[in-house]
Nanobody, 118 residues
Framework: VQLQASGGGLVQAGESLRLSCEIS????????MNWYRQAPGKQRELVAS???????DYAGSVKGRFTISEDNAKNAMYLQMSSLKPEDTAVYYC?????????????WGRGTLVTVSS
């Protein structure tokens, strides 16, 4: 399974950005799709999730500003980020979880850097 994240860049506070993640397998086999981020000197944190069935969940710090979505036809997931703040600066990673028999496997993209200037 391969994931390719893209869409990062440098933006000013208050602007928007959309991240994309192309997934090499059918998304119907996935138990969840997630975006994580890791800021310099901090641990990686879960930002947004789509759970099998379509429900979504967000970290409190991004709720109301970020929207996670999927496109099954394109085998892609997205993170629309609005009202960006300097504290959103981080490397963003897409992640998927796949259940196979009794095990669950995690797959990661390489990350895309988002920098928000004040």
């Amino acid at each position: 399974v391969q994931l390719q994240a893209s869409g990062g860049g440098l933006v000013q506070a208050g602007e928007s950005l959309r991240l994309s993640c192309e997934i090499s397998i059918s998304m119907h086999s996935l138990s969840s799709m997630n975006w994580y981020r890791q800021a310099p000197g901090k641990q990686r944190e879960l930002v947004a999730s789509i759970i099998s069935g379509g429900s979504t969940d967000y970290a409190g710090s991004v709720k109301g500003r970020f929207t996670i979505s999927e496109d099954n036809a394109k085998n892609a997931m997205y993170l629309q980020m609005s009202s960006l703040k300097p504290e959103d600066t981080a490397v963003y990673y897409c992640n998927v979880m796949q259940k196979y028999q009794a095990e669950e496997y995690a797959y990661w993209g390489r990350g895309t850097l988002v920098t928000v200037s004040s």
